[in-house]
């Protein structure tokens, strides 16, 4: 099933990193973003690291802080989020699947020393459906502090992905995903990962950036954490990744329409609702409704 033709022409395709991505089931960016910027993502978030309590579940690590809703905590992370590389192989990954990628989650994530390596996990088991065909999620790693062996970085299991999904053992050891601020550590939602211990003293800090099938419920809610009255200080790029666009035929509407109508408020008068469909489906509507008028033209006539 190829839904979006597009995809095929994303630069990623021809990409060293696209095919890495598609080939071994991750790929790290190095220097993707400028590493001072990146600090000063770290920076912003500060704050809200320290009053965020520890997770509770082996999940996500009783050693573990983590908290959502980034694109508020910082403005910085929209440029993150936006990143041109990033989103060129997102939509490498996810493009023949959907016609528009969304985001699924922005998350800050900080293990502290003791922390437990973390339970070896795909994260497109969010979703119980099929499994080997098609690719659900896209997942980007930013360190805000560097990632070594010793702190936790991100442990992937190479070739893991795609119908692998299937096989319960890994054919291959996992890699330590060593990075530093600035790198951006990508891997397909069917690579087998999770944080590794973290041995050090110090914690480690990072923000995972996620982007899934624009039809998919995504793991954030992303319109509670950013209602319109937020959301509509977004570019409109950022604003539809965040759910204020349709993906046709018509999901995520509000009242019939795009739900970027919200950003001049609720309407106060009834609005009409207006077909969203995909280029496919409007042909055969149009001959459908070409064929039925023909039909009503012949009653009449006769
Ligand atoms: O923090 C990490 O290195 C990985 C986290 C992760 O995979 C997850 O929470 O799903
Ligand atoms: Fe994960």
């Known amino acids: 099933m190829m839904i979006n033709p597009l995809a095929n022409h994303a630069s990623a395709h021809r990409s060293a990193e696209g095919q890495a991505l598609m080939e071994r089931g991750y790929t790290i960016l190095r220097g993707a973003a400028p590493p001072a910027f990146v600090r000063r993502v770290g920076a912003d978030l500060d ?9 509770e579940g082996g999940f996500y690590g009783e050693r573990t802080k983590r908290f959502g809703r980034l694109l508020i905590r910082s403005p910085l992370v929209a440029d993150l989020v936006l990143n041109r590389a990033v989103l060129d192989l997102a939509e490498l990954a996810l493009g023949n699947w959907c016609e528009r990628i969304q985001l699924n989650l922005s998350q800050a994530i900080e293990i502290h020393p003791g922390a437990l390596p973390q339970f070896p996990h795909r994260d497109q088991d969010m979703w119980q459906s099929a499994l ?28 893991s992905h795609g119908v692998e999904a299937l ?95 919200l950003f001049a408020g609720y309407p106060a008068e009834p609005v009409a609702a207006i077909d969203a469909l995909r280029p496919d489906q409007s042909a055969l509507l149009a001959d459908h409704i070409a064929w039925q008028r023909c039909a009503l033209d012949e009653e009449r006539a006769a």
């Open 47 to 55: 704050a809200r690291f320290t009053a965020t309590p520890f997770c």
């Open 132 to 159: 080997g065909e098609v690719e659900y999620l896209v997942n980007v790693m930013w360190p805000l502090t560097p990632f070594t062996a010793d702190n936790g970085a991100t442990m992937i299991w190479p070739n």
């Open 167 to 261: 096989v319960e053992e890994p054919k291959e050891a996992p890699i330590v995903a060593e990075a530093e601020p600035g790198d951006a550590i990508v891997f397909l939602g069917s690579t087998l990962h999770g944080a590794g211990a973290n041995h050090s003293s110090a914690a480690r800090r990072s923000i995972i950036v996620s982007y899934c099938l624009g039809w998919l419920k995504p793991y954030e809610n992303q319109w509670l954490a950013y209602p319109p009255d937020i959301a509509k200080a977004f570019s409109p790029e950022l604003a539809a990744l965040a759910g204020y666009a349709q993906h046709r035929p018509n999901l995520g509407n509000f009242e019939g329409q795009c739900p970027s109508i």
